[in-house]
């Protein structure tokens, strides 16, 4: 499977962004989907994750409350709807998938996007 994600840009701390990955082939709804980060000199970590179904869902300590991980298997995508935002969610932002579980490391998962640029000033 092929990840595109997009959405990501410049925004003011407090303020929102969505962003949205595509994947390409055959049996999407059968991967769990997650997003993960990469901020400057830091390791990638992990973000949020939803399951198959989309019943299931896990979050970083991090983010929780402000952000929603969505999906819609009918059009190969998912989302990551973030707010409040804050300077330290500043990062390169990555779709990855995976059909083992909600995984939180990224060796647990075997596909993965480009990245998108998120950058919020202060």
């Known amino acids: 499977v092929q990840l595109q994600a997009s959405g990501g840009g410049l925004v003011q701390a407090g303020g929102s962004l969505r962003l949205s990955c595509v994947a390409s082939g055959r049996s999407f709804s059968s991967y769990v989907m997650a997003w993960f980060r990469q901020g400057p000199g830091k390791e990638r970590e992990f973000v949020a994750a939803?399951?198959?179904?989309?019943?299931?869902?896990n979050y970083a300590d991090s983010v929780k409350g402000r952000f929603t991980i969505s999906r819609e298997n009918a059009k190969n995508s998912v989302y990551l709807q973030m707010a409040s935002l804050k300077p330290e969610d500043t990062a390169v932002y990555y779709c990855?998938?995976?059909?083992?579980?909600?995984?939180?490391?990224?060796?647990?998962?075997?596909?993965w996007g480009q990245g998108t640029q998120v950058t919020v000033s202060s």
């Open positions: 939803i399951y198959w179904s989309g019943g299931r869902r």
């Open positions: 990855a998938a995976n059909v083992r579980g909600l995984l939180t490391t990224p060796g647990g998962y075997d596909y």
